[in-house]
């Protein structure tokens, strides 16, 4: 097993993973507190020569490593779901400090990561190959499985220890090796997450992080993409960088596994337990801000329970969120949402809860708002808010909450409320969504099922056999008998 990996001290430099080995360039860029607005600490900032080692690293770790026995690979990630456990405290801290989330939040991602971990490690054995019959009598045949090589993933920072784990754990268990870009936003949070698999004995270069300033990205990424050595790729972020990101493969014919933006729908009908809607629409909406994927951004209440179901939301909403204004990543968000929030009251819209127009202790936080009435022509009824907002818009039909739900570019995820099973499931069929959860909230995403969306949202599938299926290829043997 390897040796355990020092925290960096307190403000210091953050450096980046290579073949095994922490690299401290001279280049930096400071990383800024969205809570205060200071400098927190600088972080190694990646050049192209640096993205170049280390794929030559993974591409020389990748000859040994695709031969490694299941059980290898399985006890070096149950080795770091215990160091997760126990650098618990330190993991979540990084995380807060860098995102500015709350503590329920970093603790949620890290032992949703170290559940991955655990998840993982049991599946290792599920990748078999076959052999079919073929036409031929006297002709036999196997087809393999095998992994693709160097991949590329690509995480961003609003749930970086399940984001960033799931983006490098399917791959390697799978036999390739992979270079982790990181999101500048938490790096110390990213340096946290790949010393656990390295402090876990990964060898060197199975696993490599960069992370750099933004003004790089465009170059780095590309020549990533580029370079013949990298296989595959994995994305999850905005649909706006995923279009970049599906573009470049594309020119470079690469296959590439997309989950991006979200525009959730949650159906709430008049036979629906009003209360757990509620609850769950509040917390569907409002964990981390809204600054989920599948955070609920549509909330679609059958009239017949609109007045008592809109009581019951403001009233969990206050419950839950109604202390300190939480934290934006940036002043951006809060510009945002508070323009989507406006125009939406100019045509017509009534605010339920909160004030878009309040000013908080600093940019970058925002209460929750709530908003009802909303209709298609407000900005906010095709606009992914990614914040602290929501709407409700009002049907009567199955048929128009059917089209509301699906009158969107996105189609992560969604939720359907209601104690007719029947009902639930046929919502479920029609709604164009990766996912849909009926009585319980659209944020959902656990490593035993499989996690993807439909439409602009992306395409492949992380999570469960299938996210370990994404990182093998098939290789047909003949033979004569």
């Excluded at 995480?155 to 268990?173: C, D």
């Amino acid at each position: 097993m390897g040796e355990p990996i020092s925290p960096p001290a307190q403000g210091s430099s953050v450096p980046f993973f290579i073949n095994g080995k922490e690299v401290h360039p001279e280049k930096r860029f400071n990383v800024v507190s969205p809570v205060t607005g200071n400098v927190v600490h600088e972080a190694a900032s990646a050049t192209e020569a640096d993205a170049r080692a280390a794929v030559d690293a993974a591409a020389e770790a990748f000859k040994s490593w695709k031969k490694t026995l299941p059980r290898t690979r399985r006890d070096i990630f149950l080795k770091a779901a215990e160091i997760m456990s126990r650098r618990k405290e330190e993991l979540s801290r990084y995380m807060m400090e860098e995102t500015g989330c709350s503590v329920q939040w970093a603790e949620f991602n890290v032992n949703t990561a170290r559940e991955f971990l655990l998840d993982v490690a049991g599946r290792l054995v599920a990748l078999d190959g076959s052999m079919p019959t073929t036409a031929d009598p006297n002709t036999g045949a196997m087809v393999l499985r095998e992994p693709y090589g160097v991949v590329l993933t690509i995480a961003p920072w609003n749930a970086p220890y399940i984001l960033g784990i799931r983006s490098v754990l399917f791959p390697i268990a799978a036999g390739n090796t992979a270079i982790l870009k990181g999101s500048e936003l938490c790096p110390r949070t990213m340096w946290g997450l790949c010393s656990v698999l390295h402090e876990a004995g990964l060898p060197a270069g199975v696993l490599s992080l960069l992370f750099h300033e933004p003004a790089n990205a465009p170059a780095i990424t590309q020549q990533l993409i580029a370079d013949p050595r990298i296989k595959k790729i994995n994305f999850t972020g905005s649909t706006l960088v995923g279009r970049i990101v599906g573009r470049l493969a594309g020119e470079n014919l690469k296959p590439v596994l997309l989950e991006l933006g979200g525009k959730a729908p949650a159906i709430v009908w008049e036979d629906a337990d009003l209360d757990r809607a509620a609850k769950q629409c509040a917390l569907g909406a409002l964990l981390n801000a809204g600054q989920i994927c599948m955070s609920t951004e549509r909330i679609i209440v059958h009239r017949n329970v609109r007045g008592e179901f809109e009581k019951k939301l403001v009233a969990a909403v206050d419950d839950i969120f109604g202390g300190e204004a939480p934290v934006l990543i940036n002043s951006a968000g809060v510009a945002k949402n508070k323009k989507l929030i406006a125009d939406a009251l100019d045509k017509g819209a009534s605010l339920l809860y909160g004030d878009a127009a309040a000013q908080e202790s600093s940019p970058t936080r925002m209460r929750p708002v709530v908003i009802s009435g909303a209709t298609a022509e407000m900005d906010i009824y095709k606009t992914e808010s990614f914040g602290p907002t929501v709407a409700l818009y009002e049907i009567e039909t199955e048929e128009e909450a059917l089209r509301i739900a699906n009158d969107t570019e996105y189609g992560l995820t969604a939720a359907v409320f209601t104690e007719d099973l029947r009902r639930g499931l046929r919502f479920a069929r029609e709604i164009e969504t990766g996912a849909v959860h009926v009585n319980s909230m659209t944020v959902h995403d656990e490593s035993a099922l499989p996690h993807g969306g439909a439409k602009a949202s992306g395409y492949g599938r992380f999570n469960a056999a299938h996210g370990l299926e994404e990182w093998v290829r098939t290789k047909t043997v003949t033979y004569q008998f």
